[in-house]
């Protein structure tokens, strides 16, 4: 599952590689200067928005690659009956990252803690 981790000027997603190949995806660093929000989801499979492409869809199960809508890309990692974090960025390859986590609201406040000391 991926993870999103923190450091002082860094949010880094951490994909594993069943996720990198199924996905067609990289891992993600930018720095916290493009963050603009993080809040959590309680389903994220309701929460991908557009089309795959390209990436893995197994509808109601698991979604993973990038989803595409009219000039806004997402990062997607989501599976069933988990909440998702949701990560707004600006200036970067990707609009939003909307990743799985078994505690999403930690994740969103420790994202939201380190934009607070920015």
């Known amino acids: 599952m991926a993870t999103i981790e923190t450091t002082s000027g860094t949010l880094r997603v951490s994909l594993t590689r069943a996720e990198r190949v199924f996905g067609l995806l990289r891992d993600l660093e930018v720095p916290l200067t493009a963050v603009r929000s993080a809040t959590v989801v309680p389903d994220g499979i309701a929460a991908a928005r557009g089309l795959r492409a390209p990436g893995l869809?197994?509808?109601g199960l698991r979604l993973i690659g990038t989803w595409r809508r009219r000039g806004h890309r997402t990062l997607v990692s989501v599976r069933r009956g988990s909440p998702a974090v949701r990560v707004e960025l600006a200036g970067q390859r990707y609009d939003t990252v909307?990743?799985?986590?078994?505690?999403a609201a930690a994740v969103a406040a420790d994202v939201a803690a380190r934009l607070a000391l920015r």
């Open 57 to 59: 869809g197994l509808p």
């Open 98 to 103: 909307l990743v799985s986590s078994d505690d």
